[in-house]
């Protein structure tokens, strides 16, 4: 079997030796960059599978990094940084990012998230190959399953991997209310823990991309004190 490879980028060269071999250990393969630059440069240059971020770094910090990745490429990006508040959260998850760790963090918990998110990102492309062609429409609102491209009146809706997901959860259990347990449980494939945040940033910036008024959800309605659903 072909090695996964895992782009580790952090400015604290102690950092990345301590995770490349651990990962190594998992058997997987580590590009190594110091810097932001650098790591957009080894992004291009090899098939780097998942990305692990610091976000403070010279040069270019990790925020930009994951918004020029996310223009491309839809791999598990992981934030692993010491600006660890729930703002700070917010705001890298906020720019694509699919997971965010604060320094200091448990190794051990980060090999496991890493799996998760690799488990998940081969399951969709699986996935995706399997489907035929297929679409569902709800009012404005089109997802072709084939090439998991979203219209909105006809207009494409660029969404993140996460946020196609949360979406395609909803539209495909029709009038079901979600909890916010059991969409990261869905969508993440792990359980649950502290994942409340991580959720409603998800879906926040996927209510701003299909809904023309968020108070006013047209599509994903907030069901007070339970959870989420789309209505048929």
């Not at 976000?55 to 930009?64: H, L, S």
């Not at 690799?118 to 699986?126: E, F, H, I, K, S």
């Not at 494409?156 to 539209?171: A, D, G, P, R």
């Not at 649950?192 to 910036?205: D, K």
Request: hydrophobic share 40%.
């Amino acid at each position: 079997m072909t090695q996964q490879s895992i782009l580790v980028v952090d400015d604290d060269k102690d950092i990345v030796q301590m995770i490349e071999v651990y990962l190594q250990q998992e058997g997987y393969k580590v590009v190594k960059a110091y810097d932001g630059k650098q790591a957009l440069q080894l992004f291009l240059e090899h098939d780097i599978e998942l990305a692990i971020l610091d976000i403070m770094m010279p040069i270019m910090d990790g925020i930009e990094v994951c918004r020029r990745i996310r223009e491309n490429d839809n791999i598990p990006v992981m934030f692993l940084s010491a600006k660890s508040t729930d703002v700070d959260k917010v705001i890298g998850l906020s720019t694509g990012a699919d997971d965010y760790i604060g320094k200091p963090f448990s190794v051990i918990e980060l090999i496991a998230r890493v799996k998760a998110q690799l488990r998940r990102y081969r399951y969709l492309n699986q996935s995706s190959k399997q489907v035929h062609e297929k679409k569902i429409q709800i009012r404005g609102l089109e997802i072709d399953e084939a090439s998991r491209k979203v219209m909105l009146y006809g207009e494409h809706i660029n969404l993140t991997k996460t946020e196609y997901e949360i979406l395609y959860l909803m539209v495909t259990h029709l009038n079901r209310v979600f909890t916010l347990e059991e969409i990261y449980e869905s969508v993440w494939r792990e359980t649950a823990y502290e994942s409340n945040n991580t959720v409603m940033v998800h879906l926040a910036r996927l209510r701003g991309k299909i809904e023309a008024n968020p108070r006013e959800s047209k599509f994903i309605q907030n069901v007070w004190g339970v959870g989420y659903k789309i209505e048929s």
